[in-house]
């Protein structure tokens, strides 16, 4: 078995963790133990209210919201858990930076905390573009729990990988 993709970078040991609960046909029923909880964000309307109260939250003083959408065609790993583009436009002679927040759709049907957690992702990228060390300061400030999100968000992803093929 070749290391599945969305753990590339991590330890030998965890990935040999994961690999066996893999053979043994656990790991779904592992993520689903810990993350049994649906959400109700179920459309563009309710993704925009999540994100902005979210964001009121966490995050007044940062630009505010543009569009909000989740994204179909949109592959998690390859815009590397979510995109966040600044589209800049000349309006009234000024240039004005306006943002869109495009989520993908896979986690319409995801458990609630991995939405929350890809949530705070592209909120931190309103202030930091890179994924350094502020960025993720940010990311634990609005979610403490967030590095342990993201890996299990990455074996969630894994899973779907090996059971249905989403990519
Ligand atoms: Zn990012």
Redesign the pocket.
């Known amino acids: 078995m070749e290391t599945p993709r969305y753990l590339a970078g991590y330890p030998p040991h965890l990935i040999a963790q994961v690999r066996a609960l893999m053979e043994q046909g656990r790991l779904g029923t592992m993520l689903g133990q810990k993350y049994g909880q649906p959400h109700t964000v179920r459309n563009d309307g309710q993704l925009y209210e999540y994100v902005q109260d979210m964001k009121d939250r966490h995050l007044r003083q940062s630009a505010p919201l543009g569009k909000v959408v989740y994204d179909g065609k949109l592959q998690v790993m390859k ?6 583009t600044t589209i800049s436009r000349v309006q009234g002679g000024r240039l004005k930076a306006s943002r869109e927040m495009r989520i993908a759709s896979v986690f319409r049907d995801a458990p609630a905390e991995f939405l929350r957690m890809i949530v705070v ?2 909120l ?2 309103l202030k930091q573009a890179a ?1 350094d060390k502020a ?1 993720y300061r940010l990311c634990t400030h609005m979610e403490p729990d967030y590095h342990q999100l993201e890996f299990d968000l990455r074996l969630y992803l894994t899973h779907l990988d090996a059971t249905r093929g989403v990519g």
């Open positions: 815009h590397a858990l979510g995109t966040h992702h592209e931190a990228h994924h960025f």
